[in-house]
């Protein structure tokens, strides 16, 4: 074996068979063999580990070039490894010194159990299970004592599970004994059925990564380009460490109505330097948990997460294309339902260190009174379309369970997601998943909460067809496990089916209000006609959520989201400004109900500025003061701009970066008007009602409610005996001129104190005890609203 090179070449195993070692004399037997062209076999040391991973074709029987060699020699091989019916291939092996002819050993293992799906300890040993209807065959591939997970190179192990063994019904299964708890790198070669106009995808010389993991290592710092093409692996703790939630520690269980959403970037919050977080801190659950007095010294009391199951941030830099400039910040293209993103953990420290910091952050939020909701992505993954695949998982385990197939079409991946393919979660196999899912978050992370992206894609059946009762939804409803969570819908999806307000429900899920943001943007802007809309939508939504057992709270109202201008751009830009993404500006939504206050931008303008400042605590007074659940975005409270990109989801950058030398230079300003809205929203108990507004809760001050130039709206909220707080009567006005508003007489000869005023400076615009001196007309300032108080 002295002289053996790396790469050896012959083609039949009767060569291979009768060799006590591998030499060059082989690649000249070779010729004289019945088989139609010789084929490579590579070894790969790693220390004491070889692993052979070329095949041959010989004679009768056809073999993929990238199928590993089938070894039979008692000599070379003492302990033979076990082969399936339809692949017969040498597995790996390990050699003292990586030497062929010295002893070899192979792992014990068992037929293992069907259950659990995943990873799980069975005896001291290691279980393996996964479930692929229309595969043929599967191998597991282990990689252990890998130092750098970046470049795991081939397998330690590769396993061949045996059909007639290692398979009960469509899961396959597998118990592996002396192998490490915790820590080792996993995953699956699966083949099956070939032909890409059947809608298999089947591609063996991919490792796959277990649907079930509940961890993915890999890459693990943020954005690294030097490992743009690293791999992505399962990982395991079958017996982690108890995580301490304290001793008096508890759940918020905060009311639905008392909810004030706060939906936030993980990343972003912390990532620029202004944060004045450790670099190695810096977007991480960490740096997050440094930041949490701030929301709490703004009064939100539950955060939004954008997306933190693992996804690849580097997606667009695959291969040359207009985006492959940009970096996913965003998150919505998941590659694993279970686990935590590991790059958003502190110092690279992998996926188990992360998973600990999540919980760190999410008893923390706890600890403040602040619940956690997670945006979740179940209607796609980022396994792309047909024609840029990216085959990490699902689709090359059974494509045609894991998604929406139309096998008539060229582009065969149903692709109501916008992204190229959408998942078929009403399957049962995948709707099983995906509780799976659900449940681990909330029973591991104690997560509180979900709202889920698109989610009308997971109404449809296995065909794409609408359901109206789709067993999903129906089962998240009805789940135990999940029963204390909050539930949330985007209710539309990019295939058009739009359910604002007819969400399949069970009088559980709650819905972006999609209508209210377009409404209120609408009228504040000063647009005809839409006083009437703006009343339903102050007063809950009743149009669209007061039936069956339903609630205000369901209704979530929101002006700005993550997508989409932000509040300051809704008030600085007509159009939108996506050059930066690479696609000619066509990406982003180009109904944006805004306007830009006179000038496009960025301006000196003391008078445009001002206007601004003025609308958006017009909006956000509006919100703060409407019946339903509130939402806002992370930033706006001191008027982050992202200079008119409604479509920022590639840039890790300041365009969405938490700027913090900005929230100090308003912090005596705008921020000081939301947080004092906020806190006068959860504090008073006419707003944020649990039921529906009746004639007596509310008195509108308008006769003219036809008149389509009227855009000036007043009401009282009445308090009862059973409410010992004091009226509140509010009015806003979208003219270009004063209004002077008469008043009505305060209840119980109280007087009006004023509260809020839009036009005034701070801190006069917003007085929390109220101010008293207002007479029997107020005088509105163009484009301004105020609230007032009965003391």
Partial sequence: MASCPNLLSWTCSLHFEKSKHLSTECLRGSRSCDSSRPSG???????????????????????????????????????????????????????????????????????????????????????????????????????????????????????????????????WHICVQDIPLKGVLYGYRVDGPKGWDKGHRFDKSKVLIDPYAKYVDGRRIFGDLSKRNTPFLGSYDVNPEEFDWGENYKLPAIPEADLVIYEMNVRAFTADESSGVDPKKRGSYLGLIEKIPHLVELGVNAVELLPIFEYDELEFQRMKNPRDHLINTWGYSTINFFSPMTRYGSSGEGPIKASVELKQMVKTFHDAGIEVILDVVYNHTNESDDKTPYLTSFRGIDNLVYYIVDLNSYIQLANYSGCGNTFNCNHPQVMELVLASLRHWVTEYHIDGFRFDLASSLCRDTNGSPLSSPPLIKAIARDPVLARCKLIAEPWDCGGLYLVGGFPNWDRWAEWNGIYRDDLRKFIKGDPGMKSALATRLSGSGDLYNNHKRKPYHSINFIIAHDGFTLYDLVAYNWKHNEANGEHGKDGSNDNYSWNCGVEGETDNVEVNALRQRQMKNFHLALMLSQGTPMMLMGDEYGHTRFGNNNSYGHDSSLNNFQWKKLEEKKNSLFRFFSQAIKFRRQHPLLGREHFLADKDITWHEDNWGNVESRFLAFTLNATSSQPCGALYAAFNAHDYFVRASLPRAPDDKRWFRVADTNLPSPADFVFEGVEGVQETYNLAPFSSILLIAK
């Fill in 41 to 171: 076999l590579k070894f790969h040391p790693r220390g004491n580990l070889l692993s052979i991973d070329r095949g041959c074709i010989h004679r009768n029987r056809i073999r993929d070039p990238a199928q590993i060699l089938k070894v039979q020699c008692g000599e070379l091989f003492p302990s033979k490894a076990k082969m399936s019916r339809e692949m017969s291939h040498v597995i790996s092996a390990k050699a003292q010194a990586a030497s062929l002819d010295s002893a070899r050993t192979t792992l014990k293992t068992t037929f293992g159990q069907p259950s659990p799906l995943g990873v799980s300890e069975l005896d001291g040993a290691v279980n393996f299970a996964i479930v692929s209807q229309h595969a043929y065959a599967v191998s597991l591939c282990l990689y252990i004592g890998v130092s750098d997970p970046t470049e795991p190179g081939e397998p330690t192990f590769e396993l061949v599970l045996d059909p007639e063994r290692n398979k009960s019904g469509n899961i």
